[in-house]
Antibody, heavy 120, light 111 residues
Framework: QITLKESGPTLVKPTQTLTLTCTFSGFSLTTGGVGVGWIRQSPGKALEWLALIFWDDDKRYSPSLKNRLTVTKDASKNQVVLAMTNMDPVDTATYYC????????????WGQGTLVTVSP | QSALTQPRSVSGSPGQSVTISCTGTSSDVVAYNYVSWYQRHPAKAPKLIIYDVNKRPSGVPDRFSGSKSGNTASLTISGLQAEDEADYYCCSYTGSFTFDVFGTGTKVTVL
């Protein structure tokens, strides 16, 4: 059974760096084809892909946020970490991690999400 | 890329059918037969219910069905049940080197 769970701060101040951790079970990030990504949904807005990292350390980033994002993995801990710099109130959102296989046309599994509020 | 367009809300009585539309462009819905749908209950993880326009993952009831015509994909829930009350999101593949694009989301209310 595959599960993913997001963790991190619920409140960050503007200009700070947000660090979120996705801890997963039921699969390994050393297995070929496996990927874990981050998606967010700001209030009243559509879901938006942020970043994706694959078993071979191939990384993909949203073009509009690329300069602010870093995604890394620790396969031994079954974790993927997302760092987003220079946080702004518009980055207030629910952040989800997700399991997506390389070449797949859909997201197989999601975490339940974590709400991050950016406020002074 | 712009989000795919979905109605904000749809509603129906138990046993009825409801259909949610998802309108895209020539860069996404039109170009690929790779539309997926996700169901999200409050404070729960979204769940895949349809992939590749009309395929159901194992365990998803057959009252959920998907289709596509031109720039619009659709999700139909037949025989609506109370547990189907949730938010639904469509998503379209946009190519190998770009991220998929999501719909704006639709709240389904069971009257």
């Amino acid at each position: 059974q595959i599960t993913l769970k997001e963790s991190g701060p619920t409140l960050v101040k503007p200009t700070q760096t947000l660090t979120l951790t996705c801890t997963f079970s039921g699969f390994s990030l050393t297995t070929g084809g496996v990927g874990v990504g981050w998606i967010r949904q700001s209030p009243g807005k559509a879901l938006e892909w942020l970043a994706l990292i694959f078993w071979d350390d191939d990384k993909r980033y949203s073009p509009s946020l690329k300069n602010r994002l870093t995604v890394t993995k620790d396969a031994s801990k079954n974790q993927v970490v997302l760092a987003m710099t220079n946080m702004d109130p518009v980055d207030t959102a629910t952040y989800y991690c997700a399991y997506k296989r390389f070449g797949s046309t859909f997201i197989d599994y999601w975490g339940q999400g974590t709400l991050v509020t950016v406020s002074p | 890329q712009s989000a795919l367009t979905q109605p904000r809300s749809v509603s129906g009585s138990p046993g009825q059918s409801v259909t949610i539309s998802c309108t895209g462009t020539s860069s996404d819905v039109v170009a690929y037969n790779y539309v997926s749908w996700y169901q999200r209950h409050p404070a729960k993880a979204p769940k895949l219910i349809i992939y590749d326009v009309n395929k159901r993952p194992s365990g998803v009831p057959d009252r959920f069905s998907g289709s596509k015509s031109g720039n619009t994909a659709s999700l139909t829930i037949s025989g609506l049940q109370a547990e189907d009350e949730a938010d639904y999101y469509c998503c379209s593949y946009t190519g190998s080197f770009t991220f998929d694009v999501f719909g704006t989301g639709t709240k389904v209310t069971v009257l």
